[in-house]
């Protein structure tokens, strides 16, 4: 997944992951920014297979035996 870095007027970064609607988030440095961008776009797909939803990206991460 891609992530879209931007830095705004008052010196903080942004960073946001276009595939996954939500996922966006400030931080006071880029690095900061892609490490909590990471983690939320993990915690938004998390949620997404707790709740029974399909997600394209996972689809060849895990197999599951007959």
Do not use: Q
Request: charged share 35%.
């Amino acid at each position: 997944m891609n992530i879209e870095m931007g830095r705004e007027e008052d010196g903080r970064w942004i960073a946001e992951v276009p595939d996954l609607a939500g996922v966006m988030v400030y931080g006071k440095s880029k690095k900061e920014a892609v490490s909590k961008v990471k983690a939320l776009a993990l915690r938004v797909m998390a949620d997404r297979l707790e709740h029974g939803e399909e997600i394209p990206e996972l689809r060849d991460i895990f197999a599951v035996e007959a």
